[in-house]
């Protein structure tokens, strides 16, 4: 009697995104952490912990981030050649 074995696994598709995505993923979660942090911060030092506060910061947050999304693109491979000037290689 042979020894049951496990089917041949079955090929998974990748739920990640192909390598060349970075250049806008990484702004994107960029934008989207930054604008969070520094919009509840300016939100809650202007209003306070008022009533309302969720809704005024997500609105803050949102004008915020549409704006900070583009301005990450267009910034980013100037941000990387001063880097590169500021910084010395390996």
Do not use: N
């Amino acid at each position: 009697m042979k020894p049951l074995q496990d089917p041949a696994p079955v090929p998974r598709r990748s739920r990640r995104l192909p390598a060349r995505y970075a250049a806008v993923v990484m702004p994107l979660l960029l934008s989207i952490f930054m604008t969070c942090s520094v919009s509840l911060i300016s939100t809650l030092h202007s209003v306070g912990m008022a009533d309302g506060l969720l809704q005024t910061w997500l609105a803050a947050w949102a004008l915020s981030w549409v704006v900070a999304f583009p301005v990450l693109l267009l910034v980013l491979p100037l941000v990387r050649r001063l880097t590169q000037w500021l910084v010395e290689p390996d």
